[in-house]
T-cell receptor, first 113, second 113 residues
């Protein structure tokens, strides 16, 4: 079965620091990958997605992610975080038919002013 | 579009009571997913439907949990009888054909005392 690993459970940064959140998946074939964000008290929203093509994907709010097939990774990055980026971030991979998503455990990011 | 609609947004009930959570997917979407989110277990997929038919309910924790989708615009998740360990946020998400992004509802925060 497919699985998704997010290595950092909690990350604390100061504003303007750079961010990289790790995500590794287990499946070796064609993958569709997502990063979702959940702001405090809110529902999950899509940050960005990768299906094919350019492995460097740009999403909303200045986030980007790079798909590295050889490393089974899809790390999320942002060059300069803001206090408003404080949220929980989930990496997910499509598994099987019907576009079922397998989510990682999530990474809680706290950005201090 | 109003997005995925869930009701109620908050539910507080006593142990042993029946709880019914409701979800209205985005119009035209033909897949619907129920998730449960807790601090301990993260985001878990409980069950999902395609064209109103349950496809995989292996994530439903116990027989106390049941879900139905009588038509394309409505689904329920029922817990009977409820227990304190069922306290969580329950999310519904929907997905359309040819669309790979799941859209999440605002969630129902359930507290069982």
């Amino acid at each position: 079965a497919q699985s998704v690993s997010q290595h950092n459970h909690h990350v604390i940064l100061s504003e303007a620091a750079s961010l990289e959140l790790g995500c590794n998946y287990s499946y070796g074939g064609t993958v569709n990958l997502f990063w979702y964000v959940q702001y405090p008290g809110q529902h999950l929203q899509l940050l960005l997605k990768y299906f094919s093509g350019d492995p460097l994907v740009k999403g909303i709010k200045g986030f980007e992610a790079e798909f590295i097939k050889s490393k089974f990774s899809f790390n999320l990055r942002k060059p300069s975080v803001q206090w408003s980026d404080t949220a929980e971030y989930f990496c997910a991979v499509v598994s099987g038919g019907y576009n079922k998503l397998i989510f990682g455990a999530g990474t809680r990011l706290a950005v201090h002013p | 579009d109003a997005g995925v609609i869930q009701s109620p947004r908050h539910e507080v009930t006593e142990m042993g009571q029946e709880v019914t959570l409701r979800c209205k997917p985005i119009s035209g979407h033909n897949s619907l997913f129920w998730y449960r989110q807790t601090m301990m277990r993260g985001l878990e997929l409980l069950i999902y439907f395609n064209n109103n038919v349950p496809i995989d309910d292996s994530g439903m924790p116990e027989d106390r949990f049941s879900a139905k989708m009588p038509n394309a615009s409505f689904s329920t998740l029922k817990i009977q009888p409820s227990e304190p360990r069922d306290s969580a946020v329950y999310f519904c998400a929907s997905l359309g054909t040819g669309v790979y992004e799941q859209y999440f509802g605002p969630g129902t925060r359930l507290t069982v005392t």
